[in-house]
């Protein structure tokens, strides 16, 4: 069966574009970071008008955010910076938006994004306003920030189990059982995307029936968000080493060739391939305490940037925009979402209920 789309159109040029566009014109811009974002935008310019919405929803540093509103602003135009964050999951059921800038912007667009994003558990859109100038970008990049180390750590899962011998089929059995530990009838401590697509990948064999995590090459690249916002936080005295490291994972996994050689020179102990069911329940514990750890480590670099350059941030509603859609979506954002103040407090509490409960296990 076809389906008969009526409202897609083409353009060939700028001006066409503008000259389709009812007035105020509204365009939402998605192309690469920096250079071809600055290009696009000064094609819209001399093509749109006073009045005229420019939003970029590429990932932007906050920095440059702000820099464009300032010049966009000035000639009349208005301009709004906003992160998105979902993938193809997002593209396909919605995703979750971070804008920031000038209100009246995001008052004039919300209806078309809060209609478009993903819905949380109770029905909220997943798109708040966040704050003044580069406010949605900064939350995009430490959004990033925080999914770079918990994709790190569930790496590091991944190789130790594989080090104690575990099939990649026995792991994803304990990775899913996690899901529902501690959770009773609802969603475990560690219920997330990322767990899910961490299983997906245990889980995953090539034609020939071989794991294909076997034949995966061990190198990553990067976007440049995670790196930004570990160099922001160390411009503001605020530590993260969670989020430093994986970075540095990523940036260490592109040096190959001479990981290979010194693999070859150095003789390092190696983890047995034996493990014991304690040693399982120590794994998901320190797995448990890393991620909260990581999320209060990337709420706290928001809080240091807030006070730094003023957004206005609302933690419990910006949070709230994170459990549905986004890459970082997980069950840990729930307790999260309702902090009355500062939420590296709360995170510190429940990492101190993690240790309790781990003790009490091996009592």
Not at 231 to 251: N, T
Not at 317 to 341: K, S
């Amino acid at each position: 069966m076809s389906l008969l789309v009526t409202n897609l159109h083409g353009f060939e040029t700028y001006q066409a574009l503008a000259a389709g566009l009812k007035k105020p014109r509204r365009a939402l811009i998605l192309v690469k970071a920096g250079g071809p974002t600055d290009s696009t935008i000064a094609e819209l310019k001399k093509v749109f008008e006073n009045g005229d919405v420019i939003v970029d929803t590429g990932n932007a540093h906050f920095r440059d955010q702000t820099r464009r509103a300032e010049e966009l602003e000035a000639l009349g135009l208005r301009f709004l910076g906003m992160g998105i964050s979902g993938g193809e999951e997002g593209a396909r059921k919605g995703p979750a938006f971070f804008p920031g800038g000038t209100l009246s912007v995001w008052n004039d667009i919300k209806d078309v994004i809060e209609a478009a994003s993903a819905k949380a558990i109770d029905g909220r859109p997943c798109a708040t306003m966040n704050g003044k100038g580069g406010a949605g970008s900064a939350v995009k990049m430490y959004h990033n920030a925080g999914e770079y180390a918990i994709l790190q750590l569930w790496g590091e899962v991944h190789a130790i189990m594989k080090a104690w011998g575990l099939t990649p089929e026995r792991q994803a059995e304990i990775l899913t059982s996690w899901k529902r530990k501690q959770g009773g009838s609802h969603p475990g401590l560690l219920d997330s995307y990322m767990l899910d697509i961490t299983i997906c990948v245990c889980q995953a064999k090539d034609t020939d029936g071989a794991p294909l995590s076997a034949k995966t090459l061990d190198v990553i690249g990067s976007k440049g968000t995670g790196l930004w916002s570990v160099q922001e936080a160390l411009g503001v005295g605020c530590p993260a080493p969670s989020l430093e490291e994986a970075v540095i994972a990523r940036q260490m996994s592109m040096y190959r060739e001479e990981r290979q050689k010194n693999a070859t020179s150095i003789d390092l102990p190696l983890l047995t391939g034996y493990c014991s069911d304690e040693d399982i329940e120590d794994l998901y514990w320190a797995a448990a305490l890393a991620i909260i750890a990581s999320y209060a480590q990337m709420f706290q670099c928001l809080r240091a940037l807030d006070k730094e350059f003023d957004f206005g941030l609302n933690f419990p509603a910006t949070i709230a925009t994170f459990r549905a859609g986004c890459i970082l979506q997980g069950y840990l954002l729930q307790p999260m979402t309702r902090a009355p103040d500062s939420l590296l407090p709360v995170a510190a509490v429940m990492a101190g209920k993690v240790c309790l409960r781990a003790v009490h296990a091996r009592a």
